[in-house]
């Protein structure tokens, strides 16, 4: 009897130890959270600021294996429809009717997972996607994808759909050192990115999410078949005669009423029902 009162003795006392514990991690991480939670109302107009990534990029380009950081933000304005749409073909094609999170890709995206046993499908939102580059470390560990979600949150409540987009176009990596649509148009074409034809807004954004190993120089066989997916996609709404180029500046029926927007925030999904998350190849 003895025994068994000092056994529960132990018990109690390491299960008080572990709520202690629990919530000395918790008070932690709040205050964390606190240090990094942004000005909204700040963020939410001007020039696009510097993200964690594009930080932490600099602070390793004392290794002369590292190339220059290339990084150029330019207004959502100057972007063309086209670019904005395959942007969302390939990597979120809700984005103008969820909240910050597809149930509906995530769910897509653990059933391929699951049929093909490996991790090769995310369902991450360009909002995620946003928060994550803005805010976040490229660590990848259940501690940041939690802050990812609280910081997506408080990104969708504050920000619009326009800014999410803007921030995205001008902070997401496009090959080692090249972050934003502008820098990596001048670095793969010699051109802005406001002279990107439909091709070559597919060819950029083929390269997420893998851009050091899939980009337009390397042109990897996978590469290529994700480059095909989202022209035949984008041609749809922005035809390409012949072998001529294609045509910038015509939108077909059904495209967006404002220029320079990809849809409004109640426009029903664009174009085709199922192509993401399958072009999300990570």
Same mark, same amino acid.
């Given at each position: &009897?003895?025994?068994?009162?000092?056994?529960?003795?132990?018990?109690?006392?390491? *299960? +008080?130890?572990?709520?202690?514990?629990?919530?000395?991690?918790?008070?932690?991480?709040?205050?964390?959270?606190?240090?990094?939670?942004?000005?909204?109302?700040?963020?939410?107009?001007?020039?696009?600021?510097?993200?964690?990534? #594009?930080?932490?990029?600099?602070?390793?380009?004392?290794?002369?294996?590292?190339?220059?950081?290339?990084?150029?933000?330019?207004?959502? /304005?100057?972007?063309?429809?086209? *670019?904005?749409?395959?942007?969302?073909?390939?990597?979120?094609?809700?984005?103008?009717?969820?909240?910050?999170?597809?149930?509906?890709?995530?769910?897509? /995206?653990?059933?391929?997972?699951?049929?093909?046993?490996?991790? =090769?499908? !995310?369902?991450?939102?360009?909002?995620?996607?946003?928060?994550?580059?803005?805010?976040?470390?490229?660590?990848?560990?259940?501690?940041?994808?939690?802050?990812?979600?609280?910081?997506?949150?408080? &990104? @969708?409540?504050?920000?619009?759909? +326009?800014? #999410?987009? @803007?921030?995205?176009?001008?902070?997401?990596?496009?090959?080692?050192?090249?972050?934003?649509? @502008? =820098? /990596?148009?001048?670095? $793969?074409?010699?051109?802005?990115?406001?002279? *990107?034809?439909?091709?070559?807004?597919?060819?950029?954004?083929? =390269?997420?999410?893998?851009?050091?190993?899939?980009?337009?120089?390397?042109?990897?066989?996978? $590469?290529? +078949?994700?480059?095909?997916?989202?022209?035949?996609? *984008?041609? +749809?709404?922005?035809?390409?005669?012949?072998?001529?180029?294609?045509?910038? !500046?015509?939108?077909?029926?059904?495209?967006?009423? @404002?220029?320079?927007?990809?849809?409004?925030?109640?426009?029903? =999904?664009?174009?085709?029902?199922?192509?993401?998350?399958?072009?999300?190849?990570?």
């Amino acid at each position: &009897m003895a025994r068994r009162r000092r056994k529960s003795r132990r018990l109690s006392g390491a *299960l +008080r130890w572990t709520v202690r514990i629990v919530l000395l991690l918790i008070v932690a991480d709040l205050l964390y959270l606190a240090t990094i939670w942004p000005d909204w109302k700040q963020l939410a107009v001007g020039p696009v600021p510097k993200s964690s990534f #594009i930080a932490v990029y600099e602070q390793r380009l004392d290794d002369k294996d590292w190339p220059r950081l290339r990084w150029s933000p330019v207004p959502l /304005a100057q972007l063309p429809e086209h *670019l904005q749409r395959a942007a969302l073909l390939a990597e979120d094609i809700r984005f103008y009717q969820h909240s910050g999170f597809d149930l509906i890709a995530l769910k897509e /995206a653990l059933d391929k997972n699951l049929e093909r046993r490996e991790l =090769a499908i !995310g369902g991450s939102t360009i909002s995620q996607q946003t928060a994550k580059n803005l805010f976040l470390s490229p660590a990848r560990n259940p501690v940041r994808k939690w802050h990812e979600l609280i910081l997506t949150v408080g &990104m @969708e409540q504050n920000l619009s759909k +326009r800014r #999410i987009l @803007e921030i995205y176009l001008n902070t997401a990596e496009f090959g080692r050192g090249i972050y934003g649509v @502008e =820098a /990596a148009a001048r670095h $793969y074409w010699g051109i802005p990115a406001s002279q *990107l034809n439909v091709v070559q807004s597919a060819e950029l954004v083929a =390269a997420l999410p893998s851009p050091v190993k899939h980009n337009p120089l390397s042109r990897t066989p996978a $590469y290529e +078949r994700r480059v095909t997916k989202i022209v035949n996609l *984008l041609a +749809r709404q922005y035809p390409i005669p012949g072998d001529t180029g294609v045509s910038r !500046g015509e939108t077909a029926p059904g495209g967006p009423p @404002e220029a320079g927007a990809p849809a409004p925030p109640d426009a029903p =999904a664009p174009i085709d029902d199922h192509p993401a998350p399958g072009l999300r190849i990570i």
